[in-house]
Nanobody, 127 residues
Framework: EVQLVESGGGLVQTGGSLRLSCAFS????????IGWYRQAPGKEREGVSC????????NYADSVKGRFTISSDNAKNKVYLQMNSLKPEDTAVYYCLVRDECTGDGSLVTLYGMNHWGKGILVTVSS
């Protein structure tokens, strides 16, 4: 069974940092890409960042470039999202997901059927 579990969210002030973790199981990261989406109140879900299994590709949405860094620890089956210089507009529920491929704008696509999501974790940035 594919599982993805997010942790590390919470409340932080503007300019602060948080590191989200995604613990995954039930599939081989060698065959897919993992990333983060977010959904702010009243807005559509959007891609934030993604990483390929071989770490040859790390992509970001324009809104987070230079502030967020995605990384993976394959030995621990974890993917991280380091978020620095946080802004109130970063407030959202953040979801970890696995799909077939990572795209250039930080989103992921399903080409061969892989599409699993974590339950999400809330990040709140106060002004």
């Amino acid at each position: 069974e594919v599982q993805l579990v997010e942790s590390g969210g919470g409340l932080v002030q503007t300019g602060g940092s948080l590191r989200l973790s995604c613990a995954f199981s039930g599939f081989s990261f060698d065959d897919y890409a993992i990333g983060w989406y977010r959904q702010a109140p009243g807005k559509e879900r959007e891609g934030v960042s993604c990483i390929s299994s071989s770490d040859t590709m790390r992509n970001y949405a324009d809104s987070v470039k230079g502030r967020f860094t995605i990384s993976s620890d394959n030995a621990k089956n974890k993917v991280y999202l380091q978020m620095n210089s946080l802004k109130p507009e970063d407030t959202a529920v953040y979801y970890c997901l696995v799909r077939d491929e990572c795209t250039g704008d930080g989103s992921l696509v399903t080409l061969y059927g892989m599409n699993h999501w974590g339950k999400g974790i809330l990040v709140t940035v106060s002004s």
